[in-house]
């Protein structure tokens, strides 16, 4: 640290400069100590308005924009998708929805266990109701597309998201950790598939369906519910908690792009 001495300092003598360097030493301290602590009420103010969820959104917008903006979906939404590639996909998918429900069955557990909230059950139970429906719609637009599930195997990408699933049903992982990963990993399908069915889209007429499954509002208010909880949480958390939750974010992120990149024959 730097001190300029004043014109007046050669006046001070040797014991009136050093009281005067422990003086400045103790108000820059005290400066730097009111910064930092500013620093963290800033932290704790924008969390509370903004939503840590969206605080990471923006942080991470690369990494987003790369889940939700492939050039998976972006082929779909501008028509020139290779078939082959979406029924990789279709296939890969249906396995990951299998592993998907003793994921979210885990969830339920947590937040009986730890939820502050009661509703948290019930947004959560409405996901864990849709996904019976999701595994028959796989398995009729497995047939309708010519795909044995029977014969499919889990490629690499999938295997490793699964694992991270069943990571997530430790029981020693903090359920704010679990709830920004089930929100991010629902996020990521909502805002990718609602993008091949907003207005200029050039979808394709037989993936319309596709797209409108997890594109669709209704299906954009449960992601949102599910946000809602997450930041709650996120809120309250601790600085250990955080940082644990933010480094999941990003793996789930990790995660959905190695799925696309899978999809397309990319890995």
Request: charged share 25%; with cysteine.
């Amino acid at each position: 640290m730097f001190i300029r001495l004043g014109p007046s300092s050669s006046f001070l003598g040797v014991h009136g400069l050093g009281f005067w360097l422990k003086a400045t030493c103790r108000v820059e301290l005290a400066l730097l100590y009111k910064t930092k602590s500013d620093c963290k009420k800033e932290e704790v103010r924008e969390r509370m308005e903004a939503g840590m969820s969206e605080l990471w959104m923006k942080k991470h917008r690369l990494l987003y924009q790369a889940a939700t903006r492939h050039p998976f979906i972006l082929s779909i939404r501008d028509a020139t998708i290779n078939i082959a590639s979406f029924k990789t996909w279709l296939a890969q998918d249906y396995l990951f929805v299998r592993a998907f429900v003793p994921f979210v069955a885990s969830v339920i557990i947590k937040a009986w266990k730890e939820s502050d909230e009661s509703g948290d059950m019930e947004v959560i139970l409405g996901g864990m109701a849709s996904l019976e429906d999701e595994i028959s719609w796989f398995k009729r637009e497995a047939a309708n597309w010519g795909i044995s599930l029977s014969e499919v195997l889990p490629q690499q990408a999938n295997k490793n998201y699964c694992r991270l699933l069943e990571s997530l049903m430790n029981p020693d992982v903090e359920y704010t950790v679990v709830m920004t990963a089930f929100w991010a990993i629902e996020a990521v399908y909502q805002e990718s598939f609602a993008h091949c069915i907003e207005e200029g889209s050039k979808t394709p007429p037989e993936l319309k369906e596709t797209c409108a499954r997890w594109g669709n509002q209704a299906f954009g208010n449960y992601c949102q519910s599910l946000q809602k909880i997450a930041d709650r949480r996120l809120q309250k958390a601790s600085d250990e908690e955080l940082k644990k939750a933010e480094v999941m974010l990003m793996s789930v992120l990790e995660h959905e792009v190695e799925f696309w990149n899978m999809s397309r024959g990319n890995v």
